[in-house]
């Protein structure tokens, strides 16, 4: 469901796969952060140990809220500088539209650095043994694996000026002039590959196509440290109710985009996943806790949510639909390593909004998408069994990723060896193999109609958009070729074509400048 502009967080953030915190009030712990490897160290972690008590003491300002790291892969130090790639692939639906791009590391890297990986060591002990185990005696610890990409959707400079890692942490963590967001719904084009793989590390299946509703309520309109999270079966029964007391701590990795097989093709970058470990505190609750009761206001926690049987409509509650802060929905099949303490989900996202009668219409859809839970966080996982368990992970799902139906002169052919020597895979890839990219595999629905587009029609429209010399529209300069007004119509007509069936934001604006470009190169044309 579309979310409200008027959250006293952030409007351009999703509660749950994408937080992202950011205030002035953690500006000098991002400061301290940044300066952790200089010589102070101990002063430092004595100030550090300080805030976090300080922290517990205050109702008001929140570390765990404020605590959001990324790290880059290959970096050698915080004096690398990043360049701003633009990025049309999948997005969260508040980004639909805007202007995104991708961090890229472009100095004084090299393949075996490992200043990233320790400086996230340190940050992760710091955050998971000083302070989320303290309270385990009365909460319960979540710990995911996601797998996506980490994309800039605020930048308040030119996105081909290089930045340097520092001042790029610097102003993340300020979160004014630059915001970040993870796009969790990322899905691979051949689930089979990554099912065989895992098969063969002894994973099994343990459950097949389970459906899980979560839906969250406000006990108070927009007031998020009263939002509790349903979670709901496909009978609607309610398995648990949780609330969180703060957002996720996020450790986003960022990966090496140069490894990346699509660059050649259309600088999708469809192909990398960088990933995610979250750490949550969560608060279990009864069906019968007062709070709860409270929250539902008299609705039986089983009719929170229904299906209209006639029109195979989902609805909410009409005593609760100005309370709903998020809904969505998942399809998944799960595997396990007895041996270890990991599930792999494998399988769909929906995400829904509410019309006005409170029928929830899909609002997003995201297919072949994979996340890892860690069953036992009683004992809490070691920083470096995480991290290789998301390295691994993370490229088994790039080498899992087709090429797109590109036009591929010849075979090309990659072999991929897991630093495990458990699986290698080879590819082959010629003309004649139709193949989908992952911009395909998410789906958005129009909030006016009941039409669909992809990311990639939304890539489309954007580029066009974006696009500065109205020449470069319909022709390649960068073909020695020469355009008669034959050949300028025919190109014409088929951008226009694509232009007219897509549902994308802002096509018909897209049109308009086509015809422009069209009238221009034609006007040209006579004149030559």
């Not at 996020?250 to 140069?258: A, V, Y």
Request: aromatic fraction near 10%; charged fraction near 25%; include cysteine.
């Amino acid at each position: 469901m579309s979310l409200d502009d008027d959250d006293n967080h952030d409007a351009n953030v999703l509660p749950f796969a994408d937080c992202e915190i950011a205030t002035d009030v953690h500006l000098d712990r991002a400061i301290s952060q940044l300066s952790k490897h200089n010589k102070n160290t101990k002063t430092r972690q004595k100030s550090r140990k300080r805030r976090f008590n300080d922290t517990n003491n205050d109702k008001d300002i929140n570390l765990y809220n404020a605590l959001s790291c990324i790290y880059f892969e290959n970096a050698e130090e915080e004096n690398n500088f990043l360049k701003f790639i633009p990025y049309t692939g999948p997005s969260n639906t508040l980004h639909l539209g805007q202007h995104l791009y991708l961090p890229q590391l472009i100095s004084n890297t090299t393949n075996d650095s490992k200043f990233s990986f320790q400086r996230f060591i340190q940050d992760y002990d710091q955050t998971a043994i000083t302070f989320l185990t303290s309270s385990l005696d009365t909460m319960s610890l979540s710990i995911y694996l996601r797998f996506g990409i980490s994309y800039i959707t605020k930048i308040d400079r030119t996105s081909d000026e290089s930045m340097s890692l520092r001042d790029f942490t610097i102003l993340r963590t300020r979160g004014k002039k630059l915001k970040t967001s993870f796009y969790t719904c990322k899905g691979v084009t051949s689930p089979k590959r990554l099912l065989t793989t895992i098969t063969k590390l002894n994973y099994h299946q343990i459950s097949s196509n389970t459906y899980s509703y979560e839906i969250q309520l406000y006990a108070m309109k927009n007031n998020l440290n009263s939002i509790l999270h349903f979670q709901y079966d496909e009978q609607f029964h309610c398995r648990f109710i949780h609330s969180r007391p703060d957002h996720p701590v996020n450790f986003d990795f960022i990966r090496n985009k140069t490894s990346s097989i699509f660059r050649s093709i259309d600088d999708s970058y469809s192909d990398i996943f960088d990933f995610r470990i979250q750490l949550s505190r969560i608060k279990h609750l009864s069906k019968t806790d007062p709070i709860v009761l409270d929250i539902l206001r008299g609705v039986p926690i089983d009719q929170v949510l229904f299906l209209d049987t006639s029109t195979q409509v989902l609805h909410v509650s009409s005593k609760l639909q100005k309370f709903v802060k998020y809904l969505k929905c998942t399809r998944s099949s799960s595997y396990q390593n007895f041996d270890d303490q990991f599930v792999i989900n494998i399988g769909t996202y929906e995400e829904f909004q509410l019309n006005r009668q409170g029928q929830c219409e899909p609002l997003m859809k995201s297919s072949n998408i994979m996340t890892i839970e860690l069953l036992d966080v009683k004992t809490i996982p070691s920083g470096k069994k995480l991290y290789d368990t998301g390295m691994w992970f993370s490229t088994l799902c790039q080498t899992c990723v087709d090429l797109p139906t590109a036009t591929i002169e010849k075979d090309y052919n990659k072999s991929f060896k897991w630093f495990s020597s458990i699986f290698v895979w080879g590819k082959k890839y010629n003309q004649s193999i139709k193949q989908m990219s992952v911009n395909q595999l998410t789906t958005y629905k129009t909030q006016q109609s009941t039409q669909s587009y992809t990311s990639e029609e939304l890539a489309f429209v954007k580029k066009i958009l974006r696009e500065e010399n109205l020449r470069n529209i319909l022709l390649n300069t960068n073909e020695e070729k020469s355009y008669d007004r034959k050949d300028i119509e025919q190109i014409f007509e088929n951008i226009m074509k694509r232009l007219k069936t897509s549902a994308a934001p802002s096509a018909n604006e897209a049109m308009k400048k086509v015809e422009r470009a069209y009238r221009l190169v034609c006007k040209e044309l006579i004149e030559s």
